[in-house]
């Protein structure tokens, strides 16, 4: 019989996988980024304790194509500012990723909160498209023209933050709160070089999504719209573990939930005096 390789790895194999997922290559992205001020109550809603709301309620979108050889990734982030014990970081709420190998891992590691969705990067020229999409709704959209190259910043650290769970196997877990164990608290830290930055003049189009209600958190006013070709990596670790309690409340974030077919979509904003 030939082997089986479902069967156990030896020690040596084991080994040999986990020093060549060490030695990973730069890997390129090519990505717009586009980050406005929101509403203050909008975004201190989302937040799960113990993460608190920052001094300024930003909320940032990110669209990536990845340039893995042979296997090109879109990837794509919505995340709103946070701060925890004195750190300043980004929340994600939502991350499309167009490959099960990406959404995994992430998920499983670090707690992210990955979705199999549709990750748009376009380039004609000077002009520029990126979306996210989910259930055939592309619930965010940019779109901009090319304004001219930026300096290239100095390599820098980005802090995100992830709750990591499991929900209970009975539906309950122990305390009844709905967790196998009480989650923990990933504070996430990436370092981002760029070799290729450009200022974008354009818009954000967020859409109403039963899915991923984005729309709740509209634009005020844009901060940054750029468009960028870096390389990053990311380490995390666990901050501490957090009150299942506290986070029970949120974790409809996660998932898909169809219970949110209740929530009903905000009310149209009434038009200025005049404006019919």
């Known amino acids: 019989m030939g082997r089986v390789r479902y069967g ?4 040596a194999e084991i080994s040999a996988a986990g020093a060549a997922g060490s030695r990973l290559p730069a890997i390129w992205s090519t990505g717009v980024t586009a980050v406005w001020e929101s509403d203050p109550e909008a975004v201190a809603a989302v937040l799960p304790p113990p993460l608190e709301p920052p001094e300024r309620p930003l909320v940032r ?8 050889p042979g296997h090109p990734l879109g990837a794509g982030s919505v995340a709103v500012a946070a701060r925890h014990d004195g750190h300043a970081g980004w929340y994600p709420l939502v991350m499309p990723m167009s490959t099960e190998r990406a959404l995994i891992g992430g998920r499983e590691v670090f707690g992210e909160p990955k979705k199999l969705g549709e990750v748009t990067v376009e380039r004609d020229g000077l002009v520029v498209r990126a979306s996210l999409a989910r259930h055939g ?7 901009g023209a090319v304004d001219g190259p930026l300096p290239l910043p100095a390599p820098a650290e980005k802090l995100d933050f992830y709750f990591k769970f499991l929900p209970a196997v009975d539906g309950r877990g122990p305390g009844g ?3 196998d164990t009480d989650p923990v608290l990933v504070h996430c830290l990436r370092t981002e070089k760029f070799r290729k930055l450009e200022k974008l003049t354009g818009d954000v189009v967020l859409r109403e999504s039963m899915y991923d209600p984005v729309a709740d958190l509209p634009v005020h006013r844009l901060v940054e719209l750029t468009i960028g ?14 009150s299942a309690r506290a986070l029970l409340p949120y974790i409809h974030q996660r998932y898909d939930d169809t219970r949110q077919l209740i929530d009903a ?3 149209p904003a009434p038009a200025p005096d005049g404006v019919v």
């Not at 156990?8 to 020690?11: G, L, N, T, V, Y």
């Open 8 to 11: 156990a790895r030896s020690e």
């Open 61 to 68: 979108v990110a669209i990536g194509r990845v340039e893995l």
């Open 137 to 143: 709704i592309a619930f965010v959209e940019v779109r």
């Open 177 to 179: 709160h709905g967790f």
């Open 229 to 242: 070709e870096k390389t990053t990596d990311q380490r995390g670790r666990i901050a501490g573990r957090v």
């Open 265 to 267: 979509a905000p009310a």
